[in-house]
């Protein structure tokens, strides 16, 4: 087989089943990349994400949530475009002005992130003080 996409026929053939249970296999298959936040051709798989799963006996489950998919408020490190945006949409040189003042920044590499627990404290003890 030289396709780009296989169907149910297409793994029935393969592995040598009923046409019944390569449809579920294929729906699994579909499902679990569409967890993994993948698009997903109703009916069809990469034959590359077959061929991975298939040397794998169908076992690995790539059902982790990519980390852009995890809300802000449940990330302790944030990029400094996040952080614009989860501090209310300020801008991106305002943001690293008061992150550097406040003590967020951590840098890992050669990326600035900001501590958005160190921040959060920050903002409360900010009002407190009102």
Same mark, same amino acid.
């Given at each position: 087989?030289?396709?780009?996409? *296989?169907?149910a026929? +297409?793994?029935?053939?393969?592995?040598?089943?009923p046409? !019944?249970?390569?449809?579920?296999?294929?729906?699994?298959?579909?499902?679990?990349? !569409?967890?993994?936040g993948?698009?997903?051709?109703?009916?069809?798989?990469?034959?590359?994400?077959?061929?991975?799963?298939?040397?794998?006996?169908?076992?690995?489950?790539?059902?982790?949530?990519?980390?852009?998919?995890?809300?802000?408020?449940?990330?302790?490190?944030?990029?400094l475009?996040?952080?614009?945006?989860?501090?209310?949409?300020?801008?991106?040189?305002?943001a690293?002005? *008061?992150?550097?003042?406040?003590?967020?920044?951590?840098?890992?590499?050669?990326?600035?992130?900001? +501590?958005?627990?160190?921040?959060?404290?920050?903002? +409360?003890? *900010?009002?407190?003080?009102?």
């Amino acid at each position: 087989m030289d396709k780009v996409m *296989y169907n149910a026929e +297409d793994i029935a053939e393969d592995l040598s089943i009923p046409p !019944e249970e390569a449809e579920k296999l294929l729906k699994g298959l579909a499902d679990r990349m !569409e967890r993994a936040g993948h698009l997903v051709i109703r009916g069809m798989v990469p034959r590359a994400y077959y061929e991975k799963q298939k040397k794998a006996g169908f076992l690995l489950d790539e059902t982790a949530v990519p980390a852009a998919r995890i809300p802000l408020n449940e990330k302790r490190l944030l990029s400094l475009e996040e952080f614009c945006g989860y501090a209310g949409g300020i801008g991106i040189c305002t943001a690293r002005k *008061y992150v550097r003042e406040i003590g967020a920044e951590v840098r890992i590499g050669g990326r600035c992130l900001v +501590d958005r627990i160190k921040f959060d404290r920050w903002c +409360d003890s *900010y009002r407190s003080q009102r």
